[in-house]
């Protein structure tokens, strides 16, 4: 095929990608509720993030979240930046294919003390997303089990159980422990119910017919 | 009078076949009188891009490489890394948020979910009168933070969901996973 462009054309392709350009990196226009103090840096953070191929959005959530709380400037920045890097150091853990919402609730159970081997231990056994998993140790932890359990717990879930399973089974823990049951040993009784539920699944899967 | 036709036509031949004997020295003196001749005056700049841009070109172009292109310039023009993605009917699942708010006159759910943006999603009274609010949304997988704000000043976290442990506004979150298995 054989296409004669005159220099125009070039001209007006190239401002297209320019102007495309420009787009994809404009201010967010949801910054503007921001205060003049915080919009140049959170913008200038989420800009750097952008640059390392972090997820953006988790970051204008958060600086949304304390302007609609009316938080001071200073707050607003700090929590983002600390947001920033605990992305940066989930990618590290989790690797370059990890999906934005993996990222995000991987930054989260780092905050929470979760090691990063464990994350990506995490990585390495389960296929599937590993968003719930994440969100589930980041919130044994919150309910005061040691972070050394939740983790040991659903890592030994995780290989099998769906995202059902391991939203039932964090409830199962917390109910234990509003009951009175000491944070560990409800997780690791907990533990052991759905891993033994998570066999009967999958058993009960492979046995349906009609499927691979 | 005059000489007939083909005589004229033969002279000329004859006269145009004659060999011609140059002289050696010719092309440097024909170079040496263009180089004393004062520099022509250029184009300006405007002039010599605007020559640039109209001079037609032409490209060979396979039309595997022309959709590589397009591909290109679609994603350029339409790729924001930082774009929400919008809800997935087939991905998103409807979610429920109940709060027990005695004395309120409204009450908003705000979160990740809705840019934090108390305007967008107002809960409702189950019945007037009552003490419970209500709100449904769709949301797709992925873990949110949300808050219920009260009468558009007093911040309530869900005290059925876990709470947000990295809480740095002074007002307490709760946090919601969304599963796709």
Same mark, same amino acid.
């Given at each position: 095929?054989?296409?004669?462009?005159?220099?125009?054309?070039? *001209?007006?392709?190239?401002?297209?990608?320019?102007?495309?350009?420009?787009?994809?990196?404009? @201010?967010?226009?949801?910054?503007?509720?921001? +205060?003049?103090?915080?919009?140049?840096?959170?913008?200038?953070?989420?800009?750097? /993030? =952008?640059?390392?191929?972090?997820?953006?959005?988790?970051?204008?959530?958060?600086?949304?979240? #304390?302007?609609?709380?009316?938080?001071?400037?200073?707050?607003?920045?700090?929590?983002?930046?600390? &947001?920033?890097?605990?992305?940066?150091?989930?990618?590290?853990?989790?690797?370059?294919?990890?999906?934005?919402?993996? @990222?995000?609730?991987?930054?989260?159970?780092?905050?929470?003390?979760?090691?990063?081997?464990?994350?990506?231990?995490?990585? =390495? !056994?389960?296929?599937?997303?590993?968003?719930?998993? &994440?969100?589930?140790?980041?919130?044994?932890?919150?309910? *005061?089990?040691?972070?050394?359990?939740?983790? $040991?717990?659903?890592?030994?879930?995780?290989?099998?159980?769906?995202?059902?399973?391991?939203?039932?089974? =964090?409830?199962?823990?917390?109910?234990? !422990?509003?009951?009175?049951?000491?944070?560990?040993?409800?997780?690791?009784?907990?533990?052991?119910?759905?891993?033994?539920?998570?066999?009967?699944?999958?058993?009960?899967?492979?046995?349906?017919?009609?499927?691979? | 009078?005059?000489?007939?036709?083909?005589?004229?036509?033969?002279?000329?031949?004859?006269?145009? =076949?004659?060999?011609?004997? !140059? +002289? /050696? #020295?010719?092309?440097?003196?024909?170079?040496?009188?263009?180089?004393?001749?004062?520099?022509?005056?250029? $184009?300006?700049?405007?002039?010599?891009?605007?020559?640039?841009? %109209?001079?037609?070109?032409?490209?060979?172009?396979?039309?595997?490489?022309? @959709?590589?292109?397009?591909?290109?310039?679609?994603?350029?023009?339409?790729?924001?890394?930082?774009?929400?993605?919008?809800?997935?009917?087939?991905?998103?699942?409807?979610?429920?948020?109940?709060?027990?708010?005695?004395?309120?006159?409204?009450?908003?759910?705000?979160?990740?979910?809705?840019?934090?943006?108390?305007?967008?999603?107002?809960?409702?009274?189950?019945?007037? #009168?009552?003490?419970?609010?209500? /709100?449904? %949304?769709?949301?797709?997988?992925?873990?949110?933070?949300? $808050?219920?704000?009260?009468?558009?000043?007093?911040?309530?976290?869900?005290?059925?969901?876990?709470?947000?442990? +990295?809480?740095?506004?002074?007002?307490?979150?709760?946090?919601?996973?969304? *599963? *796709?298995?």
């Amino acid at each position: 095929m054989t296409a004669r462009w005159s220099g125009p054309a070039f *001209g007006l392709v190239a401002a297209m990608l320019v102007a495309g350009s420009a787009a994809a990196q404009r @201010l967010d226009p949801r910054l503007e509720r921001l +205060d003049s103090s915080a919009r140049p840096i959170v913008a200038a953070l989420v800009d750097s /993030a =952008r640059a390392a191929a972090l997820p953006t959005e988790p970051l204008v959530q958060r600086a949304l979240e #304390g302007a609609t709380k009316r938080a001071p400037a200073e707050r607003i920045v700090a929590a983002v930046r600390r &947001l920033a890097l605990d992305l940066g150091h989930a990618r590290d853990a989790l690797g370059p294919t990890a999906s934005p919402t993996e @990222l995000g609730a991987a930054a989260a159970a780092l905050r929470a003390g979760a090691p990063p081997a464990t994350l990506t231990e995490l990585r =390495r !056994i389960r296929r599937e997303s590993l968003t719930v998993p &994440l969100a589930v140790l980041t919130d044994l932890v919150g309910s *005061g089990v040691p972070v050394d359990s939740a983790a $040991a717990a659903v890592l030994s879930l995780a290989a099998k159980a769906r995202d059902a399973d391991l939203v039932e089974f =964090r409830r199962a823990v917390e109910r234990d !422990i509003a009951l009175g049951a000491p944070p560990a040993s409800a997780t690791a009784t907990a533990a052991a119910v759905a891993a033994a539920a998570v066999q009967v699944n999958a058993g009960a899967r492979q046995q349906r017919p009609g499927r691979p | 009078m005059f000489e007939p036709e083909e005589e004229l036509i033969g002279r000329v031949v004859r006269q145009l =076949r004659r060999p011609v004997a !140059i +002289d /050696a #020295g010719l092309d440097a003196r024909v170079m040496e009188q263009i180089a004393r001749l004062p520099a022509r005056r250029t $184009a300006g700049p405007v002039r010599a891009v605007w020559r640039w841009l %109209i001079r037609p070109r032409a490209i060979r172009l396979s039309p595997l490489g022309a @959709l590589a292109i397009a591909a290109v310039f679609v994603a350029v023009v339409l790729w924001r890394p930082d774009r929400p993605s919008s809800p997935a009917p087939a991905s998103a699942r409807a979610f429920g948020f109940v709060v027990v708010a005695p004395r309120a006159a409204t009450v908003s759910l705000v979160g990740d979910f809705n840019d934090w943006d108390a305007a967008r999603t107002p809960m409702q009274r189950t019945r007037t #009168g009552e003490s419970v609010w209500t /709100a449904v %949304i769709p949301l797709t997988p992925g873990r949110y933070r949300y $808050a219920f704000l009260v009468d558009g000043v007093a911040w309530l976290a869900d005290p059925t969901a876990p709470a947000a442990r +990295d809480d740095e506004f002074g007002a307490p979150s709760s946090v919601v996973t969304v *599963g *796709g298995s």
